[in-house]
Structures are given as structure tokens and as C-alpha cells.
């Protein structure tokens, strides 16, 4: 046997594609991470503050402490997740130096760069990264993204703004698949994303890597609503952990997660959780606090 | 009539609680086969092989006990249906796991060590030399990959990695190895499962 390269791009992509049809969920202890792993979590998201918690923070939300990271780590045998801020590549470096699997480059904290995101090539360590349209989300890819999250309103237990960018992402798809080749060029320039990966998209019909969906999903059904809206696996942040019973929610979620086409099974899991995390009405939020906006 | 019919084509299951389903029922629709996405006792129903995805062990084990799925697959292997475990896949078919989790299908003769070559920053790709399915090696891809630790009598190991540990193994009609042939091209291995299928006895009647 030879071994050709660690860290390839199908390595990247590959490792998400092993996600798929599970549960990442959001824990800021090494406790909740055991918790998440025995409740069937296919990974940890360590961080400081679930987003509700962001929300009420006031200040800088920057990439989480690598003592926390790394007792979380040692908790668990499932991949862990770190989030560092848009534009920041220092703390990328960091979160790699650590040996983290993916590492999220997320609107949930403080944006460090307001034009640049971070160039994923130049990591070995997989990125995450978060959409709300097709445009984004190619341009994430472009970047070097090797798995894309629609962006909900994180924090907010609301699945309102996960539902309208998961649409708008699978109708861009559609309409990018409908066109010609030559028409790909204006449609390259209309989402302003680079054209290769604009017509590998049109060819594939779908993105040329995984899509999850990410923030505002508190119930099983809003997670089973993220699968049959085209989401391959999901994100969830406050809503185990801010929940009633976070054990029994977290194995909702993740029955509902994989067997979330199946409305009878749907009822059960659904049955008798106690109190999820409580929502937030979007017209709470003012728009210049809300997170899923941040991105360029 | 029925010796002149055409043979049906062979339904293969992909086990589908969590994972990278969708490369399997890609490959098995490639290979002329019937994919089925089993979740739950009743898609088992009618398969000719099954095949136990790459995903997270863990989390597959629990969904496999929650619903009931354990017995119905092992009375499928023991009909006869040929079985192909990728990378968590051959964790779940291992009779023994290191590090004390216990066996769920325990239908291999081995032990499995999880993530053996570390995390993810570990992950590779190789070619690996199978000569029980040709001359021309396969492209490997390593994903947090588990390798055999230790061989029983009864399992037969058809490759190793640059260190001799054994990365595919057989045992009668159970295969398994510790990288993903559905994220390549390379369909032999799932040619090799559908030409087993031809070769079972009683369970196709």
C-alpha cells in the first residue's frame, strides 16, 4: 500500500459525507459533549456559549478556549467541531493546531473580516462555512468550503429563516440545472461566484458537496422539516442543551433526523419531551443583531 | 416459463439509520443491482445482500438497537445474504472491538480498532493491492479509518496497509474493509458482493 496524501479534498468532503443523516450538536462542557456522543450525536460542536447565550453576551464572540476544546476532545470518540470567526485565519490556525475535524467559520461569532472570508485551500483541516443563497454558498466552495450549512437564525428556536434559505439554495440549484452551458457564464456573474464551481453545480444538479442545515431547529419536526427540505444532516445548537430534558431531546432529534420521512415514528419521538428551548420571534430580533445575515 | 425469465435483479440494501447511504445506492445501481434504503425490520424483507455503510459507529448502533434491526439482520446473514461493511460498516460486523464496546452483528472473526490512524488531519488516500478481486489496485479512502487488530482462524484477510495491518477482510459471504470503495469509481467490490448473491444457497426461493 501507498500512500498518495493526507488531507485531500476528497478526505475533506469524504469526512461529511460520513455525517450525513446525523446530529451535530452544539456543547460547551465536556459532560454535555458525553451526553451528545451516548444520545447518538455523529459530532460535538465545542464552543463557550450556545448561541441563545451569544445573543445575551455582550461584546466580542471570538473562537472558544483550547482547554475547553481539548477536554472535549478527550471526552468523546466522535469528531469535534470548532467554530473561529469569519476572516479570522489565525484562529483557524489555532483550531488546526489542535487538531480539530472540521472547524466552522461562523456568522454566530464576531466577524473579524468584512470582505474576506478565509482562504479554506491553504488548511488541512476541513470548513464548514454557512449560506442563506446559492451565491453564498458557491462562493463558500470556491473558498474551499468542503461542507456548506444553510444558515437559520441561530439562538432563536425559530425554523423560520432555516426553511427560507434552504429553499432559496435548492431553487438556485434548479434554476443554475435549467440553464445552458453558455448561459452559465451570466449566471456565474448574477451569483458572483467562480464559474467553475457554478457549472460543476449545474452539471451535478445538487452542490458539489454535503449540505446540512444550521440554526433555529429546536423540535424533531424541525429537524425531520431540514431532511425533507433537502438538508442531508443538521446543525443543532441551543435547542438540546437550552431544552427540558436536553437527554431526551438530543435522542428525538436524532430519531427524527434519520427517520424523518416517516410521520408515525415522527409522533412518538415528539411525544411527551417537555418544554423546548423557548422561542424568539424574529421581530424581536433588531436586524442589525441578527447573526445569519453576516457573510459577504 | 420460469427457467426461460430473465433473473430478477438483485436487491441490496443499503443500511440507511445514518451515514454515506446515498455513494452506496449510487454504486449499487451501477452494478445493474436494485438499491433499497433500509431503516427500520420490514425493508429488510426481501434483500438479497445488504451492505453496512461508512458513518459513525456509535450512532449507528444506537439507531440499530432502537428499532429493532440487530436480529433481522443477522437472520439475513445467516439465510445466506452476502454482507458488505465499509469503514463503520466493518466495525458493526467485528466479533470483537477494542477498547470494550460490545459487538453488534458479530459476523467476523476479528478485531476492530476504532480510528485507528487518528483524526481527521490523519485522513488519506492509497492504493491498495487486492488480489482477490484483481491485479489492479484500489483507490483507498481513509476517513478516521478503523484497521484489524487481530485475525481469528475463521476470517481470511485479503489486504494490509504499508504496515501489514489488515485493512480488507473475508469471512464465507461477510466482507469488509476499512475504506470506502463507494467514494470511487472502482466497482469491483460491489460486482464481487452481487456475484456472491448468484452463489447463495436457498435464499432467493
Known amino acids: 500500500m501507498t500512500t498518495i496524501e493526507t488531507s485531500t479534498w476528497t478526505t475533506k468532503v469524504g469526512l461529511a459525507r460520513m455525517l450525513s443523516g446525523g446530529v451535530i450538536m452544539d456543547v460547551v462542557t465536556a459532560d454535555q459533549a458525553r451526553i451528545a456522543q451516548e444520545a447518538g450525536a455523529v459530532a460535538v460542536m465545542a464552543l463557550e456559549r450556545v448561541p441563545t447565550d451569544i445573543r445575551k453576551f455582550v461584546g466580542v464572540a471570538r473562537m472558544s478556549d483550547p482547554k475547553l476544546i481539548e477536554e472535549i476532545k478527550a471526552a468523546v470518540s466522535i469528531p469535534v467541531m470548532a467554530k473561529c470567526r469569519i476572516g479570522h485565519f489565525v484562529e483557524a490556525q489555532i483550531l488546526e493546531a489542535l487538531e480539530v475535524d472540521y472547524i466552522d467559520e461562523s456568522e454566530v461569532l464576531t466577524p473579524a473580516d468584512e470582505e474576506h472570508h478565509i482562504d479554506k485551500h491553504e488548511f488541512r483541516v476541513p470548513f464548514v462555512c454557512g449560506c442563506r443563497d446559492l451565491g453564498e454558498a458557491l462562493r463558500r466552495i470556491g473558498e474551499g468550503a468542503a461542507l456548506i450549512r444553510t444558515k437559520g437564525e441561530a439562538g432563536t428556536g425559530n425554523i423560520v429563516e432555516a426553511v427560507r434559505h434552504m429553499r432559496a439554495v435548492q431553487k438556485g440549484i434548479r434554476q443554475l440545472h435549467a440553464l445552458r452551458p453558455d448561459e452559465l457564464f451570466a449566471a456565474a456573474k448574477e451569483l458572483r461566484a467562480p464559474i467553475d464551481v457554478v457549472q460543476r453545480t449545474a452539471e451535478l444538479d445538487e452542490l458539489p458537496v454535503p449540505n446540512f442545515s444550521a440554526g433555529g431547529v429546536a423540535t424533531p419536526a424541525d429537524a425531520a422539516l431540514m431532511r425533507q427540505l433537502g438538508a442531508q444532516a443538521v446543525f443543532v445548537g441551543s435547542g438540546i442543551f437550552k431544552s427540558e430534558s436536553p437527554e431526551r431531546y438530543a435522542q428525538a432529534i436524532v430519531k427524527a433526523t434519520t427517520h424523518y420521512d416517516n410521520p408515525e415514528i415522527l409522533a412518538e419521538v415528539s411525544a411527551g419531551l417537555g418544554e423546548p428551548m423557548r422561542g424568539l420571534e424574529l421581530g424581536e430580533i433588531p436586524v442589525e443583531e441578527r447573526l445569519a445575515v453576516r457573510g459577504w | 416459463m420460469a427457467s426461460q425469465a430473465p433473473s430478477r435483479r438483485a436487491r441490496v440494501g443499503v443500511l440507511a439509520v445514518q451515514g454515506a447511504v446515498q455513494a452506496h445506492l449510487r454504486a449499487i445501481r451501477e452494478v445493474g443491482a436494485e438499491p433499497v434504503e433500509v431503516r427500520l425490520p420490514r425493508d429488510l424483507a426481501g434483500l438479497d445482500a445488504l451492505i453496512l455503510p ?38 458493526l460486523l467485528a466479533e470483537r472491538i ?84 463507494e467514494l470511487t469509481e472502482d466497482r469491483r467490490l460491489h460486482r464481487l458482493l452481487i456475484e456472491m448473491v448468484g452463489t447463495a444457497v436457498g435464499h432467493r426461493a
Open chain 2, 54 to 91: 461508512g458513518g459513525e459507529s456509535t450512532t449507528m448502533r444506537k439507531l440499530i438497537d432502537a428499532y429493532g434491526l440487530r436480529e433481522p439482520m443477522l437472520a439475513l446473514a445467516s439465510a445466506g445474504a452476502p454482507l458488505l461493511g465499509t469503514c463503520a460498516g466493518m466495525i
Open chain 2, 98 to 181: 477494542a477498547e470494550g464496546d460490545s459487538p453488534v452483528l458479530p459476523l467476523l472473526d476479528v478485531e476492530v480498532r476504532r480510528n485507528a490512524y487518528g483524526r481527521q488531519l490523519d485522513s488519506f488516500e492509497a492504493e491498495v493491492s487486492m488480489p482477490a478481486i484483481g491485479v489492479e489496485p484500489l483507490h483507498g479512502i481513509f476517513i478516521r479509518a478503523p484497521v484489524v487488530s487481530r485475525v481469528g482462524p475463521r476470517a481470511e484477510v485479503l489486504a494490509v496497509d504499508a504496515d501489514g495491518q489488515p485493512i480488507a477482510v473475508r469471512q464465507g459471504k461477510v466482507l469488509a474493509t476499512a475504506f470506502h470503495p
